[in-house]
């Protein structure tokens, strides 16, 4: 069978419109999501491990809540609830008003991009675009009701607790400014958090060994959820947190991140520099923004230290980093021998052979490798990402590279690059989780035509760690006060300046 048959009869469209669906057709989506999850997603074992769970063992549960189900709202939430807890952010359910734009806007850079790939073109089709359309205002109404930070309060995870750091209205007299929060429902805390899986994604804290959520958002653990808490001066008292629809927090204000997509920096006595990259999309990435590089490059060339800064950077395209910063910085040709390992199932090597990986690596050459991917449900292959110089600049700063838990997807493989390489030395706290890879691939359900993602291969540095399960180490581990945002950039200049 060759690739366009493949695509034929792995990426269907039943006839069928969605607002005709029926419970069976609801578990038929699901037992073919199912199946597809069990033949080609790379993460089960690596999250058994870390979480205690393997997510196949959940399925009788989610069978059963399909067929209780009694609405469309109900049966949203047990897909969500499903894909959520299989714990990678890159896998999820697409929201329409956002892949209606971003796939199918002429001239736009997925047009570009992705529509060269004969999967990608079967999948972003006329049917999924009819479909969606139809879902748009039911997934968009139903994801702003299981989602968002619309509290009086925001409750951040810090050095191994949940502290309250801002709020609204009367919140410092009500609650207090850096209060912990100890118990939820009667649960502690840290438990309450391991069991919500399937409403939030969790991250991993090296440090402290142990699962956490960036911020609580309190509904996830019921409308009226009960929470302990412990003011400085040591008053414990219950409390339940008023909500508000014109409560929110971007991103950027939560975490106290610059909003701009480049900060810069320079401290000409000390012939010092920095950059900050807000994040690698590819669409933000053209020939200004080249050429903006490149003119900030040659300003700071023959100053001793620059510092590169991807903290609060959740990816994009690994082109971005390749083109825009080692290209024209490096002064030889760099490269990084990443490993890339896939199941076995049809669907993702589909994708692999459409763009991903070709040359397949004799498992007897491989040590210290998850030991999963060493059995006959996986193949591992070469993913390494060669880099050679532009030759431009003759650039002499050294440079150190900033990252932090958020720091995710291509700018994982950037900080791994530069490890690996020795272009960078790194500062802070281990990274989120996976990176490498060719990027995400989709999944349409056959039935009600809902688009998910998820990311096909499980990357592996060259010394046989799964990057999502180890992280990127840095290799200064310096673990900042949460939303001081310049300490970090003080310690690394006073740790050059010594």
């Not at 009819?130 to 951040?156: C, H, Q, V």
């Not at 001066?233 to 008023?242: L, N, W």
Request: aromatic share 16%.
């Amino acid at each position: 069978m060759n690739l366009d048959q493949e695509i034929e009869s792995l990426i269907r469209f039943n006839d069928i419109h969605p607002k005709d669906m029926t419970k069976e057709k609801w578990l038929e989506d699901f037992n073919s999501f199912y199946e597809i999850m069990k033949e080609n997603f790379p993460y089960l074992y690596v999250k058994e491990r870390m979480l205690g769970y393997n997510w196949l063992d959940l399925k009788d549960n989610y069978i059963k809540r399909i067929e209780e189900a009694k609405d469309v709202k109900e049966y949203l939430e047990i897909f969500f609830d499903a894909i959520t807890a299989l714990q990678d952010s890159h896998t999820s359910i697409q929201l329409p008003h956002w892949f209606l734009d971003y796939f199918f806007k002429e001239g736009g850079y997925a047009q570009s991009y992705f529509m060269k790939f004969p999967t990608y073109k079967r999948i972003f089709s006329e049917e999924l675009k009819k479909a969606s359309e139809y879902w748009n205002p039911i997934i968009k109404e139903f994801y702003e009701e299981r989602t968002g930070i619309d509290y009086d309060i925001l409750i951040l995870y810090s050095k191994g607790e949940y502290r309250i750091f801002d709020g609204h209205g009367s919140w410092k007299q009500k609650y207090g400014r850096g209060t912990v929060i100890k118990t939820v429902n009667g649960t502690p805390i840290d438990e309450a958090v391991k069991e919500s899986y399937e409403k939030d994604y969790l991250f991993w804290d090296v440090k402290r060994k142990k699962p956490y959520l960036l911020y609580i958002d309190p509904k996830i653990f019921g409308s009226k959820a009960k929470f302990i808490i412990e003011k400085n001066e040591g008053e414990i008292k219950e409390v339940i947190f008023d909500t508000s629809k014109d409560y929110n927090y971007t991103f950027a204000q939560a975490f106290n991140y610059p909003s701009e997509l480049f900060t810069t920096k320079i401290w000409r006595g000390n012939k010092l520099a920095y950059i900050r990259f807000a994040n690698f999309e590819g669409d933000c990435y053209d020939n200004e923004t080249t050429e903006y590089l490149k003119a900030f490059y040659e300003k700071v060339k023959d100053f001793d230290h620059l510092i590169i800064d991807i903290r609060g950077n959740s990816g994009g395209m690994k082109e971005s980093w390749m083109n825009n910063i080692i290209a024209p910085l490096a002064k030889k040709k760099l490269t990084s021998k990443m490993r890339a390992a896939y199941q076995k199932g049809k669907y993702v090597n589909m994708f692999r052979k459409d763009r991903g990986y070709k040359l397949e690596l004799d498992k007897n050459d491989l040590t210290n490798f998850p030991p999963e991917t060493l059995t006959d449900d996986y193949n591992v292959y070469d993913a390494s990402i060669t880099v050679e110089p532009l030759g431009e600049i003759e650039f002499n700063a050294k440079i150190s590279l900033l990252v932090d838990n958020i720091t995710y997807s291509a700018s994982i493989a950037f900080t791994l690059f530069c490890k690996e390489t020795g272009f960078a030395k790194v500062y802070g706290t281990p990274t989120k989780g996976e990176g490498i890879g060719s990027g995400t691939i989709f999944y349409v359900l056959p039935n009600s035509k809902i688009l998910m993602r998820f990311f096909p291969e499980l990357g592996i540095d060259s010394k046989g760690n799964a990057c999502e399960e180890a992280k990127i180490q840095p290799d200064v581990y310096y673990e900042s006060e949460l939303r001081n945002f310049d300490e970090l950039i003080n310690f690394v200049i006073d740790d050059f300046l010594k």
